[in-house]
């Protein structure tokens, strides 16, 4: 064998190893999607949406988790998405190439890669202890809110930057203000990217467990939130709690709770990639 | 008109500054309760003592068992994570057609969206009863299963990061390695991997720090005990499961076992952190050698 077949030989054997790492994870991906649902499916049924927890667990149903976890999901939107789409607005019209918006920058990034329950630390010492909200919806969603910041500002950055020139251009060209020409122009055309980023960012809030535990959310709360004030529990605090117990009737639970938590995953990601998808056909400037 | 004018600016401005509040406001808390922590334990003790058992009676307060942890499931993470990663990154630019390319990436971004206590009930059930068919002496908690698990999480971190270092080196690059009649392996780990290990470097220190962080895979599947080791078959905790632990219980508000989970925060903050900014550092650094 001559030394450039020994070279081809040693390419085609990649090419194989490359497919078989491309697929590895997609391999354990579905494994573990048919564990779990092979364990877990047949415990899903009406009375386990909407039963109160319970330490037996035939019993047990996930109703104070799922909307424990709607309320996160509805109070977090409300605080991140005026508060990011603001600052994503600002740091791209209005921050002039300066040592402030340059610091801002860093800092964003900087902040998009500190660890969630760090962020829980932060919301223990200023939502729970300092603004007395304890271990609150109100006290976990501004938490989350401060987690999902950087994501839903860097893709309202993005979308925004897309807009073209011309744009404004012919907006100022009619007498528009600079504001006016943010919200009637700007805004409406990057509008689907900012969306995606939202959800893509909630999604990430869904499954968040460690900084929620930290500011004091529960793992057993025998009621449902009905204020913003209220002690909560969210799913994957529920799912730990399940894991965390000896006895295999709670895995099981689990793994139930595991595929409700999944379908709104997947959910929030799938529509989030349908809009990108539709709006990178829409628009051709 | 133009006081709206400024007064929509000025709320626009408020929201950009409060991201600087944030981290004010982070370093503040975990500086503050550490402080007071400090006062109490000498750093030292913190930095030297072989244990970490706040929650005994006989307390000791040394941090590097916690430290051994976190840095144990890290490494099997990354041993995981960086040679398929950085496989996918090579296969996808150099051997997929662009189609295989556009279906793939997406595919593997699944995997970092599936939360992360989905990812610990995946390495408790299941990896860890499979690897025990294997090595009979692991144990039902460890290192191993969880690094390994979070490994497979941090896949498309480094895949699609390292793949976006790799495809923006030039393509007179990959041409002139054809020329020389190299085969795709060489033109692959001869010239692009070389040219484009800036990128590589950046997405395998984020890979890190993001690791270091990660808390719910650790804290179901590898243990809550505190123990100097770098043996990957046996119990142990990371910086990120202690701080779980000791919010689930009911220690009381400021004491000191209280104010151990800020020390532990801060020592956490302080390695991501300085992750963080060496990737971008870097990223600036070399970004821009071939423009």
Sequence with gaps: MTNSDINRLKDKAFQVFGIFCTFIGLVVLAIFLIDIVAEGITRINWDFLTSLPSRRASRAGILTAWAGTLWILVLTTLIAFPLGVGAGIYLEEYGRKNRLANFLEINIANLAGVPSIIYGLLGLEIFGRQMRLGGSLLAGALTLSLLILPIIIVTTREAVKAVPRSIRDGSYALGASKWQTIWHQVLPASFGGILTGIILALSRAVGEAAPLIVIGALAYVPFTPSSPLDEFTVLPIQIFNWTSRPQEEFLTNAAAAIIVLLVITFLLNGIAVYLRNKQQKKIRW | ?291
């Design chain 2, 1 to 291: 008109m133009r006081t709206s004018e400024k007064i929509i600016e000025g709320l626009l401005w408020l929201s950009a500054v409060i991201t600087i509040l944030v981290t004010v406001g982070i370093i503040w808390v975990l500086l503050s309760e550490s402080i007071s922590f400090f006062r109490v334990v000498p750093l030292s003790d913190f930095l030297t003592e072989k244990e970490w058992t706040p929650l005994f009676a006989d307390k000791k307060f040394g941090i590097m068992p916690l430290v051994t942890g976190t840095l144990l499931t890290t490494g099997v993470a990354i041993a995981v994570a960086l040679p398929i990663g950085l496989t996918i990154a090579v296969y996808l630019n150099e051997y997929a057609h662009a189609r295989m390319k556009q279906i793939v990436k997406p595919m593997l971004e699944v995997l970092a969206t599936i939360p992360t206590v989905v990812y610990g009930f995946f390495a408790l059930t299941v990896v860890t009863p499979f690897l025990q068919k294997i090595i009979p002496s692991l144990a039902g908690f460890n290192a191993l299963s969880a690094g390994i698990v979070m490994g497979i999480m941090i896949i498309p971190m480094i895949s699609s990061l390292s793949e976006d270092a790799i495809s923006s080196v030039p393509r007179s690059l990959r041409e002139a390695a054809y020329g020389m009649g190299s085969t795709r392996l060489q033109t692959a780990f001869g010239v692009m991997v070389p040219a484009a290990s800036s990128g590589i470097v950046v997405s395998v220190i984020l890979a890190i720090s993001r690791a270091v962080g990660e808390t719910m895979i650790v804290a179901i599947a590898a243990g809550q005990q505190p123990r100097l080791t770098l043996n990957p078959l046996v119990p142990i905790e990371t910086i990120t499961t202690y701080i779980v632990q000791v919010s689930m219980g009911d220690v009381p508000r400021g004491s000191l076992e209280y104010k151990t989970i800020f020390a532990a925060g801060i020592t956490l903050f302080v390695f991501t952190f300085a992750l963080n900014n060496l990737s971008f550092w870097i990223k600036k650094k070399y970004q821009e050698k071939y423009d």
